[in-house]
């Protein structure tokens, strides 16, 4: 770690030190489980967006996307089977957050993971929000109607014996698939999200209640979510945690931003030291029997593409669409960031400006709900 992000997390934890009762807001992505072994959706390379960018599909992000999904759910199949809660550990980072509510200094964790790492670390229900959902509860696409998670998983069962089964979950009132309740682009986010967070932003008005922020391994392009740091009320302390400098950090930096330019599992180990938490950090390091190995990562990716391959390769037809212009198309209609629909987008800051200037003259109509797309080459 570089020697001004160490003194960085240091000026963090001596902030929560100086101000006891002071909680914290943790807006989290996918950064915090890369260590756990779950692909990171967005990463160049090493992103599962970049592996499934090789397979056939119409574009990487056809498997959370809610149309692709109606007409081909097998795909989705296969992620979730990779993905589904229970195969994979919490990193220290999940621990550290663990900790905090330990403490009493945690407020709540706004969280883009569907892994629900948070409550695999002992973290109690009532501060998390799932901002893209969880595989918890599952819906019929058509009707809307509402089935436990067993419904889901038996199908998911059934498919991972017999990946050519095409029994998938479907409505006992309209026939309609049924899929987790994890946010696809073009969904709306559950309303809790939007509530907690209107009543999140209230106590950073009050100098007694005031907050401070924490945004952790997230690229912070995936709306509404990337917005949340902008939200943050200008007394409000905000910290970044993150390999690079992102979002609003980087668009519009306030004198008072703390940057920890490293890994969160690196960050927790210092913030946990310096707020005399290593003990019981190592004890939760123990109980979870975070010393063993990793998984190798890469392996795995490699395998799912091959079996996507395959899939794609019986199920495509020549309809499949040049996936540069839909990603040039979809680039122009990510303009209204504040709309609750989920959508990706490069960086705030570049996209409003490109937006701005671009009167589109093009038939989007279809793909008017999309996600906007990263150009990864
Ligand atoms: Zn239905």
């Known amino acids: 770690m570089k020697n001004n992000s160490i003194e960085a997390a240091k000026k963090l934890a001596k902030l929560l030190q100086e101000n006891p009762k002071q909680k914290v807001i943790f807006l989290v992505g996918a ?3 890369t260590s756990c072994g779950i692909p990171d959706f967005r990463s160049p390379e090493t992103g599962l967006y ?5 397979l056939n599909l119409p574009y990487a992000e056809a498997v959370f996307d809610i149309d692709f999904f109606e007409e081909k759910p097998r795909p989705f199949y296969l992620l979730a089977s990779e993905l589904y809660p229970g195969k994979f550990k919490p990193s220290r980072f999940h621990l550290l957050l663990k900790l905090f509510q330990d403490n009493k200094r945690l407020q709540r964790i706004y969280t883009q993971n569907i892994d629900t790492l948070e409550r695999q670390a002992g973290i109690s229900q009532e501060y998390i929000i799932e901002a893209h959902g969880s595989f918890a509860e599952n819906h019929c696409i058509n009707c809307k109607k509402i089935f436990k998670m067993d419904v889901f998983k038996e199908h998911l069962n059934k498919y991972q014996k017999d990946p050519s089964d095409k029994n998938f979950a479907r409505c006992n009132s309209c026939n309609g698939l049924i899929k987790p309740n994890i946010v696809f682009f073009g969904e709306d986010l559950p309303k809790k999200f ?10 950073m008005s009050e100098k007694e209640t005031r907050p401070i922020v924490i945004v952790v391994g997230t690229s912070l392009t995936v709306y509404p979510f990337a917005n949340l740091p902008t939200d943050v009320q200008k007394d409000t302390t905000r910290a970044l945690i993150s390999r690079e ?17 490293t890994n969160s599992d690196d960050a927790a180990d210092i913030i946990a030291r310096e707020l005399g938490w290593s003990k019981q950090l190592n004890n939760l390091i123990k109980e979870h029997d975070l010393l063993g190995t990793i998984p190798d990562v890469t392996e795995e990716l490699e395998s799912i593409s091959k079996d996507i391959g395959k899939l794609t390769i019986k199920d495509d037809d020549s309809k499949a669409t040049d996936p540069n212009s839909i990603s040039k198309e979809l680039d122009k209609l990510t303009i ?13 800051g570049e996209n409003k400006k490109e937006n701005k200037s671009d009167t589109s003259t093009e038939d989007t109509t279809k793909d008017k709900n999309k996600p906007s797309k990263n150009d990864r080459t």
């Open 31 to 33: 950064g915090i489980s």
């Open 50 to 54: 970049h592996n499934l960018s090789k």
């Open 194 to 203: 939007f509530t907690t967070w209107d009543s999140d932003l209230e106590t």
């Open 245 to 261: 400098i992102v979002g609003d950090f980087k668009v519009s930096p306030r004198k008072t931003d703390i940057i920890i330019e």
């Open 336 to 348: 209204k960031n504040d709309i609750p629909k989920l959508k990706e987008n490069k960086s705030s």
